[in-house]
């Protein structure tokens, strides 16, 4: 459980008018926060978060001067890891929409209740811990969560797990030491491995190459280049991909599907940094670094040796880079979404239709096990065919339900339901708000080991409220 009254707790509240921010104190300090600034000026706002260590943002959107959504976005540019929650009178569903993607955690609509004054409180503090504690094992000091933004312009996202691999990219990005990235098929590993080259600050070039359909002569021959004459049709000395990015980096996608005499050889180049050319006995010293990248489990391929070499995967592995799936970060697909829409209607010369609330609800309950990349597959889809200037949620429903077939057929004929809710998922089916209510509250009873103190802190109610509860549970 959260302790408020930590001195790491620091929250600043932004508002226009002193009578709110007056409220917004009160509420805090019955919580046991004692760390809270006041900022009544918009234009304030950065300078006042730069003297603040991992602040949490309470922001209003309607003020002179500056509105909100230009300080969330002004915030969300110069300091991404700080949680923004807007506190507004305005209910409005685009509103909303337009703060999320700008990057908000939360969008509270006044009159706000203590509960839920502090459930996005300690919500957002939770979040930030849990960052603060991956990047501490991945041996990041999150005080250090800066980053070259340039090397990572191209990544459209405001996922905090996104920005944890930004930041350990950075770390690690004058090692010369290899890199392995893992992540499912069209989650943007070629975009990473792209990222931790510019973030090296290299003069080489970045050369990719997919390995997977190379067998042992033809991987030698790509990386390691040829001598004339080392075999019919070798007419002339050509250079491998390895000295093409001498000085910068050689990108070995689909790493998981190489043969086990190509890894043998990845293996001698990794630990000896030399390598011989096809033909030749003098040796190449390797002036690259190797960045690695699978879709498949590799850990697990190499734990049992089955098909991976396990000191292959160590020397592959000395930075390990992670790509969260797309489910795993639903906050990045409305961003995707615009970008999506805007790059798809540019290629076909039309105005970017917009995109129905229900199109986008319908997106975000899909799993994409595809990731980004079967969402541009449906949104290029849906722009060409956009007629009328909005892309609905009937444009998309077919698509979805192709995909939802070969999804289920795929899990030996277990359906997923692509509108269904978390809550439906967990539960299996939407469930009434007096079971949300009773499901909640066995949770929390089983977290605290049924101490009904400790679960009453988690519900966020009182100790006799419980009480009261599970009297009248044992009485029905």
């Known amino acids: 459980m959260l302790n408020l009254n930590d001195k790491n707790v620091h929250i600043v509240l932004v508002d226009d008018e002193q009578a709110e921010l007056d ?14 600034t006041q900022v009544n000026d918009s234009l304030q706002v950065l300078a006042t978060l730069e003297q603040i260590p991992s602040p949490v943002v309470f922001l209003d959107l309607n003020m002179p001067r500056m509105s909100g959504q230009e300080v969330l976005a002004a915030i969300k540019e110069k300091m991404p890891q700080v949680p923004v929650i807007i506190c507004t009178a305005n209910s409005d569903i685009e509103t909303a929409v337009e703060c999320l993607k700008l990057g908000a955690h939360d ?45 990572f312009e191209g990544i459209i996202t405001r996922s905090p797990a996104m920005e944890g691999v930004f930041q350990y990219i950075e770390a690690i990005s004058r090692s010369r030491q290899p890199a392995l990235i893992l ?45 004339k004459g080392a075999f019919t049709g070798a007419s002339g000395d050509r250079p491998g991909l390895i000295e093409k990015a001498a000085g910068g980096t050689i990108f070995l996608d689909e790493i998981g599907d190489l043969s086990e005499a190509s890894q043998v050889k990845l293996l001698r180049l990794l630990q000896e940094g030399i390598y011989y ?100 597959t449906y949104l290029f889809d849906a722009v060409a065919r956009c007629g009328d200037g909005q892309i609905t949620d009937l444009l998309l429903q077919e698509r979805l339900a192709g995909a939802h077939a070969e999804i289920s057929a795929a899990s030996g004929g277990q359906a997923i339901n692509a509108a269904a809710s978390p809550l439906e998922s967990l539960l299996g089916r939407f469930p009434s708000l007096e079971e949300l209510a009773e499901f909640a ?36």
């Open 23 to 36: 409220a917004y104190r009160f509420l805090l300090e019955s919580m046991g926060v004692r760390q809270i």
């Open 277 to 376: 050319s096809l033909g030749s006995d003098a040796p190449k010293q390797c002036r690259a670094r190797i960045v690695a990248a699978t879709n498949l489990d590799l850990v697990g391929m190499a734990a049992q040796q089955q098909g991976f070499r396990r000191d292959l995967y160590y020397r592959l592995s000395t930075h390990l880079i992670k790509v969260p799936p797309l489910r795993e970060r639903r906050e990045d697909i409305p961003l995707l979404v615009q970008h999506l829409v805007a790059e798809a209607a540019a290629g076909l010369q039309k105005t970017p239709p917009s995109v129905s609330i229900a199109a986008l609800e319908l997106l975000m309950s899909h799993p994409f096990p595809g990731n980004i990349r079967e969402l541009k």
């Open 107 to 151: 969008y509270l609509v006044k009159p706000i209740s203590l509960n839920t004054f502090g459930s996005a409180l300690r919500n957002a503090l939770e979040i930030g811990a849990l960052r603060k504690e991956v990047l501490s094992l991945k041996g990041i000091s999150f005080s250090e969560g800066r980053y070259n933004s340039a090397a």
């Open 441 to 476: 509250v066995s949770q929390a009873l089983a977290k605290s080991g049924n101490n009904q103190s400790q679960a009453a802190r988690l519900l966020g109610i009182s100790k006799q409220a419980l009480h009261k509860r599970l009297k009248k549970r044992e009485d029905s």
């Open 183 to 227: 992540g499912e098929t069209g989650s943007g590993k070629e975009q990473l491995a792209r990222a931790v080259h510019l973030s090296s600050g290299v003069s080489g070039e970045f050369v990719a190459v997919d390995v997977s359909g190379l067998d042992d002569t033809l991987f030698a021959d790509t990386l390691f280049g040829h001598r």
